[in-house]
């Protein structure tokens, strides 16, 4: 029954929190802290109404402090994917026939305790379980995850608004169903706020959801789930299960009922994804929905105009705030000539003064890489630019992993445009600049545009607008999110909806309503009041 027609205004993003030296919030995180790293947990999957335990556990470590067990959380196999789609459809019809804003007021709860009650504990366990300073943590698994919840609803509010016109006699509505089947959201380790919002996004919009984290990214991948369950999320809409992609895709690619996949992660992933799914069509009771954000080469475009230290700031920030683990990390620069030399002394000065350890010491600018493999695949392109003529390290480069995953900041300067780590992707602290002929900007940007297959997010810094205009427009394919003065990083929920395109994925731009569109099935009715009862229309008549 509905009783009125309830408004979700636009919200005001959440307000980041500084940490300042004797603040309450860097005091209470402190202690949470403590009293996270006190205790091993066991973390279960959730599966319907029930948390279950495999049996086979595997140990989580902060990957800045390897030798410390967080915990454990059991994997899964092919009968927990099965019985994870089992509850999901179990679940479907209700959550389906659930009144819009009761779905929405779940959401909106668990973005207030994720706000208040859970804030340090949601920091907390992505500082410990990631590797993320105090900062990094609050714009991700604080602020953006908060944000993504409550302007999703508001998005959302918005799209059921949308209705066709009517014409005298005829009344026309527009239905916004939930795809028909079940969603599955595949989550990547780098941001606990992805990984909250791929699921919730789409069960929003009344879908049902397996969701699959990185294994790096559980222990915050759970405290998620906690906080959805105790916000009143009803048992089997989301179901959080840790399994690997072979068996996770084997099963889930091969049902009737799957309708669609949400997705961040490697390019190769998703291309290898895509041809099961169209492999498998005929299969499907529907076209399966595929959106996915993937891989990116994210540039800085320097014009011979730009001020040296914007230039250099953009940088240190861009590319090695979060070890460079970011799909919007800056990981190639183009600098100009005429300024080269001050922003290689001064951004190697910078580097210098970054300290680099543990989160729970909050003066340190630069912890550890995710894990081993992470560590050995950025260190082998270091140790190979090390060797190479056409490279030279400025700052930076050594890595060890006796007690965390750390690779030091790194700025390699490039002889060649189109040398290695110009071009692929490396998902660490790892800098690569080439210095251009300043009077060959437009030439350099053709040469940008062609070197990486991806387009995901860029930046040009200048300060002759012409030059900004003239990037603006040859860039215009290169990147999904283009940055005027400032780093490549840091989209903000409602300010800049993120996604990129070319090999960096769909575009469909997560923090807006173009994402949750994918995650609706229109159904337009059309109700005659006063129906024809002659087949005849009044052209037929000759007289």
């Not at 989550?187 to 699921?199: R, V």
């Not at 529907?286 to 540039?299: A, C, H, L, N, Q």
């Not at 700052?395 to 700025?411: Q, R, S």
Request: aromatic share 10%; glycine share 8%.
């Amino acid at each position: 029954m509905n009783l009125g027609y309830f408004s979700y205004p636009l919200p005001a993003n959440e307000p980041v929190l500084q940490y300042a030296p004797g603040s309450p919030e860097k005091a209470a995180l402190k202690k949470t802290l403590a009293e996270l790293k006190k205790k091993p947990i066991e973390v279960p999957m959730y599966i319907g109404g029930k948390t279950v335990k495999s049996g086979n556990k595997i140990s989580m470590h902060p990957p800045h402090e390897i030798a410390h067990t967080l915990g454990y959380f059991h994997l899964g196999d092919e009968k927990h994917v099965k019985q994870a789609i089992d509850a999901a459809l179990k679940a479907k019809q209700a959550w389906a026939d659930m009144p819009w804003e009761d779905r929405a007021h779940i959401f909106l709860k668990a973005a207030d305790l994720m706000a208040t009650k859970y804030r340090t504990y949601m920091n907390g366990t992505t500082m410990l379980g990631q590797s993320k300073n105090a900062y990094q943590a609050e714009i991700d698994s604080a602020c953006e995850i908060i944000d993504f919840l409550r302007f999703n609803v508001h998005y959302l509010s918005e799209i059921y608004k949308q209705q066709p016109i009517s014409s005298p006699g005829v009344h026309n509505r527009m239905e916004w169903r939930p795809l028909e089947g079940f969603v599955l959201a595949i989550t990547p380790f780098n941001f606990t706020a992805i990984a909250g919002n791929l699921p919730t996004s789409a069960a929003m919009c009344g879908n049902v959801v397996v969701w699959k984290p990185a294994n790096t990214q559980v222990y915050a991948a759970q405290m998620i789930m906690r906080i959805l369950k105790e916000a009143g999320l009803p048992d089997g809409v989301i179901n959080l299960i840790y399994v690997d992609g072979p068996t996770l895709g084997s099963v889930c690619f091969a049902h009737p009922d799957f309708a669609g996949v949400h997705f961040t992660g490697s390019t190769g992933v998703f291309n290898q994804m895509w041809k099961t799914i169209g492999e498998n069509v005929a299969k499907y009771k529907s076209y399966p929905r595929i959106v996915g954000e993937t891989g990116g080469k994210d540039f800085v475009m320097v014009h011979k105009s730009a001020d040296p230290d914007v230039v250099v700031t953009a940088l240190a920030r861009g590319a090695f705030e979060y070890q460079g683990q970011k799909c919007s990390a800056a990981s190639r620069a183009y600098i100009p000539s005429n300024i080269a030399e001050e922003v290689k002394e001064k951004l190697v000065a910078e580097i210098g003064t970054m300290r680099m350890g543990t989160v729970e010491d909050f003066s340190n600018f630069i912890n550890a890489v995710i894990d081993e493999k992470s560590f050995d695949k950025i260190a082998a392109y270091i140790a190979a630019a090390k060797k190479d003529k056409k490279a030279k390290i400025l700052v930076g480069g050594k890595c060890d992993k006796t007690e965390g995953y750390f690779i030091e900041p790194t700025v390699i300067e490039a002889k060649d445009p189109k040398y290695v780590t110009m071009c692929e992707e490396i998902f660490g602290p790892v800098l690569t600049i080439y210095v251009y002929d300043a009077e060959k900007f437009e030439e350099t940007m053709a040469i940008l545009d062609g070197t990486s297959p991806y387009a995901l997010t860029g930046s040009i810094l200048a300060q002759d607008r012409d030059a900004v205009v003239l990037a603006t427009a040859k860039l215009r394919n290169a990147a999904g999110n283009f940055y005027i003065n400032d780093k490549p990083t840091g989209a903000v929920v409602g300010q800049q909806p993120f996604g990129g395109a070319r090999a960096s994925g769909t575009n469909d731009k997560a923090g807006s309503m173009i994402n949750l569109y994918r995650w609706l099935s229109a159904r337009t009715i059309k109700e005659t009041y006063n129906p024809p009862t002659d087949y005849r229309y009044a052209f037929l008549k000759e007289s």
